[in-house]
């Protein structure tokens, strides 16, 4: 009987040990350097992290991960696994841009995980040496680099006792409407939510056999759920082969990813929205020319809304070079159900629902609704009312929630959040629901997300779905980059700065009003004004809504996640702060 992702390594190296289990692209392409690690190697790696953590009796403990991309990772990982501790994955600070945000959430999630050791690459592990001042913590706190662990301490290893409720590691939440939290991830979940990963997405024996076993290409940072759930574990839970690079890579020269699926020819990759947009602002002749894309099955796409138009343009600009519509694959997951909850169904091309006729978008067909696909296999997905706490009949916008053996055990050390999230019930349903924050509905069966419950804007008595407001703006004018917008209310009785210095003829006087924040390229601050105008007279005319302000910022200003979620509440302390990097006036001459 399986147990736990530490048992399927352990069948993999023992069945096929000269595998490939991951290769690196250490440069990003495919041409240049290359790591590889085969299930063998892997399989002695993890054990001698585990044999030495064990050693130190750290079982039970959690052990803060902290790597730059690479293999090294997963081998912390799963030696963390294969000794019984607790991991949680981190961001190790790196560069000066980065170095204050990655310190802060660095000590938020020490101190909240309690951490007793920190595994990480020998350069992490030096730097985190010379920030004594800024993390006293670390005082108290073993730091070891794993990549100095001898190979000969996996002889002295020893199975854990695990069972499907041990907790696997702590996945902390990327913070898009509050505080990071710490999800209690168990063996259980991982096995459940792998499970469902691979039926959803289609990977089959026969499928695996006809991709040589090549399954995942993956830029995705593996600190974070969507590139570790799924790319990464997916690939030992199957035994499987996965490609992997620096998310840097990718945001450097987005063409990578596509050259590297081009290369290696996997059945799947994705991302969400906006690494799709990425490439198509890449997409030369020359590209085109040299890529062929008919071996990628399952272009999965989440992690933030799921836009039509980017769906159609990229299927309009790759389709030259063998990418097929039917290849598309939004889905919906969060890391409260450890990932995956529904996706598309595979080799058929996503559902859209057209906006209404009488709606803010009728007749545009680039803002029909994108569904993410169905409920994975035995996983329930109710609409709910909030409030009341009573299942919404089919079409009907409400809260998601869902119910499965991939629903996490909770969040660590603290109840009262645990309580409110995850116990919800529902009539006619047994067992107890996750509340997951989400409002969306179904239709024919399939899940159509809207956005996000704190997110929802009420002004004067109607709901208005920040999503749909971005919508609206970034089809008024070309000059708006693709997911890069923010919509939000603010009290009328707030102060704000605009990109003009006022309030741009908005409402004024109390009550909720609607503020849009933008991102333009510099070379469009010429026709700043008239980008305002254009974008304040769309959502008036969609949507019956008077914006107070529309506010154009330098480009990748706007507060995200981790894994490219508007923040929207970070978006609106800094305008009511007067701190956003507003596009400068042009000079007049």
């Given at each position: 009987?399986?147990?736990?992702?530490?048992?399927?390594?352990?069948?993999?190296?023992?069945?096929?040990?000269?595998?490939?289990?991951?290769?690196?692209?250490?440069?990003?392409?495919?041409?240049?350097?290359?790591?590889?690690i085969?299930?063998?190697?892997?399989?002695?790696?993890?054990?001698?992290?585990?044999?030495?953590?064990?050693?130190?009796?750290?079982?039970?403990?959690?052990?803060?991960?902290?790597?730059?991309?690479?293999?090294?990772?997963?081998?912390?990982?799963?030696?963390?696994?294969?000794?019984?501790?607790?991991?949680?994955?981190?961001?190790?600070?790196?560069?000066?841009?980065?170095?204050?945000?990655?310190?802060?959430?660095?000590k938020?999630?020490?101190?909240?995980?309690?951490?007793?050791?920190?595994?990480?690459?020998?350069e992490?592990?030096t730097?985190?040496?010379?920030?004594?001042?800024?993390?006293?913590?670390?005082?108290?706190?073993?730091?070891?680099a794993?990549?100095d662990?001898?190979?000969?301490?996996?002889?002295?290893?020893?199975?854990?006792?695990?069972?499907?409720?041990?907790?696997?590691?702590?996945q902390?939440?990327?913070?898009?409407?509050?505080?990071?939290?710490?999800?209690?991830?168990?063996?259980?979940?991982?096995?459940?939510?792998?499970?469902?990963?691979?039926?959803r997405?289609?990977?089959?024996?026969?499928?695996?056999?006809?991709?040589?076993?090549?399954?995942?290409?993956?830029?995705?940072?593996?600190?974070?759920?969507?590139?570790?759930?799924?790319?990464?574990?997916?690939?030992?839970?199957?035994?499987?082969?996965?490609?992997?690079?620096?998310?840097?890579?990718?945001?450097?020269?987005?063409?990578?990813?596509?050259?590297?699926?081009?290369?290696?020819?996997?059945?799947?990759?994705?991302g969400?929205?906006?690494a799709?947009?990425?490439?198509?602002?890449?997409?030369?002749?020359?590209?085109?020319?040299?890529?062929?894309?008919?071996?990628?099955?399952?272009?999965?796409?989440?992690?933030?809304?799921?836009?039509?138009?980017?769906?159609r343009?990229?299927?309009?600009?790759?389709a030259?070079?063998?990418?097929?519509?039917?290849?598309?694959?939004?889905?919906?997951?969060?890391?409260?159900?450890?990932?995956?909850?529904?996706?598309?169904?595979?080799?058929?091309?996503?559902?859209?629902?057209?906006?209404?006729?009488?709606?803010?978008?009728a007749?545009?067909?680039?803002?029909?609704?994108?569904?993410?696909g169905?409920?994975?296999?035995?996983v329930?997905?109710?609409?709910?009312?909030?409030?009341?706490?009573?299942?919404l009949?089919?079409g009907?916008?409400g809260?998601?929630?869902?119910?499965?053996?991939?629903?996490?055990?909770?969040?660590?050390?603290?109840?009262?959040?645990?309580?409110?999230?995850?116990?919800?019930?529902?009539?006619?349903?047994d067992?107890?629901?996750?509340?997951?924050?989400?409002?969306?509905?179904?239709?024919?069966?399939?899940?159509?997300?809207?956005?996000?419950?704190?997110?929802?804007?009420?002004?004067?008595?109607?709901?208005?779905?920040?999503?749909?407001?971005?919508?609206?703006?970034?089809?008024?004018?070309?000059?708006?980059?693709?997911?890069?917008?923010?919509?939000?209310?603010?009290?009328?009785?707030?102060?704000?700065?605009?990109?003009?210095?006022?309030?741009?003829?908005?409402?004024?006087?109390?009550?909720?009003?609607?503020?849009?924040?933008?991102?333009?390229?510099?070379?469009?601050a010429?026709?700043?004004e008239?980008?305002?105008?254009?974008?304040?007279?769309?959502?008036?005319?969609?949507?019956?809504?008077?914006?107070?302000?529309?506010?154009?910022?330098?480009?990748?200003?706007?507060?995200?996640?981790?894994?490219?979620?508007?923040?929207?509440?970070?978006?609106?302390?800094?305008?009511?702060?007067?701190?956003?990097?507003?596009?400068?006036?042009?000079?007049?001459?």
């Amino acid at each position: 009987m399986v147990r736990s992702l530490v048992d399927l390594l352990s069948q993999h190296a023992a069945h096929h040990p000269d595998r490939t289990a991951y290769r690196y692209l250490a440069t990003g392409d495919h041409d240049g350097e290359t790591q590889e690690i085969s299930y063998g190697r892997l399989a002695e790696r993890s054990r001698a992290v585990a044999a030495w953590l064990q050693e130190r009796g750290l079982a039970g403990t959690r052990a803060m991960l902290l790597y730059p991309p690479g293999l090294d990772f997963i081998c912390g990982y799963l030696g963390c696994l294969a000794a019984g501790v607790v991991a949680v994955p981190g961001v190790p600070p790196q560069g000066r841009a980065q170095n204050h945000r990655a310190l802060t959430r660095m000590k938020r999630l020490i101190a909240d995980a309690d951490a007793k050791v920190i595994l990480g690459g020998r350069e992490v592990i030096t730097a985190l040496s010379g920030l004594a001042e800024h993390l006293p913590e670390l005082a108290d706190i073993t730091c070891i680099a794993t990549e100095d662990i001898p190979d000969e301490m996996a002889g002295s290893w020893r199975e854990p006792e695990l069972d499907a409720d041990s907790v696997a590691f702590l996945q902390y939440t990327s913070g898009s409407t509050s505080a990071p939290r710490g999800v209690m991830v168990t063996h259980g979940n991982l096995l459940d939510n792998e499970r469902v990963i691979t039926e959803r997405m289609g990977h089959t024996p026969d499928v695996i056999a006809e991709h040589g076993h090549e399954m995942f290409v993956s830029w995705l940072p593996v600190y974070h759920d969507m590139g570790l759930i799924g790319p990464v574990l997916n690939t030992v839970y199957l035994g499987v082969t996965a490609t992997l690079f620096s998310p840097l890579h990718f945001l450097q020269r987005p063409e990578r990813w596509l050259t590297a699926i081009s290369h290696y020819r996997p059945h799947t990759s994705g991302g969400p929205n906006f690494a799709y947009e990425l490439c198509l602002k890449h997409a030369t002749p020359a590209l085109l020319d040299g890529l062929d894309l008919s071996s990628w099955q399952v272009a999965f796409n989440g992690a933030e809304p799921v836009r039509a138009a980017t769906l159609r343009r990229f299927t309009d600009t790759f389709a030259p070079a063998g990418f097929r519509r039917e290849a598309l694959y939004p889905c919906y997951g969060l890391a409260e159900a450890t990932l995956m909850v529904t996706g598309s169904t595979v080799h058929t091309p996503p559902t859209l629902l057209q906006a209404p006729e009488t709606g803010p978008h009728a007749g545009q067909s680039d803002a029909a609704a994108v569904s993410c696909g169905r409920p994975g296999p035995e996983v329930t997905v109710a609409i709910a009312d909030p409030e009341r706490h009573e299942e919404l009949p089919e079409g009907r916008t409400g809260e998601i929630w869902v119910r499965s053996a991939s629903v996490a055990k909770g969040y660590w050390r603290n109840a009262l959040a645990t309580r409110e999230t995850f116990r919800g019930t529902l009539a006619d349903h047994d067992g107890r629901f996750l509340r997951t924050g989400d409002l969306g509905f179904l239709s024919d069966g399939e899940l159509f997300v809207t956005g996000r419950l704190k997110d929802l804007i009420v002004i004067d008595g109607r709901n208005h779905y920040p999503q749909d407001l971005e919508l609206t703006a970034e089809m008024a004018h070309p000059a708006l980059r693709p997911g890069c917008t923010a919509a939000f209310s603010v009290d009328g009785n707030d102060g704000g700065e605009s990109g003009s210095g006022e309030w741009g003829g908005g409402e004024s006087g109390g009550g909720e009003q609607a503020v849009v924040i933008a991102e333009i390229a510099p070379d469009s601050a010429a026709e700043a004004e008239k980008i305002i105008d254009v974008v304040r007279s769309g959502i008036g005319e969609a949507h019956g809504l008077s914006v107070r302000d529309v506010v154009l910022v330098q480009p990748g200003t706007i507060p995200k996640t981790s894994s490219g979620k508007i923040q929207r509440r970070a978006s609106r302390a800094a305008y009511l702060g007067g701190t956003l990097a507003v596009i400068p006036e042009p000079a007049v001459s």
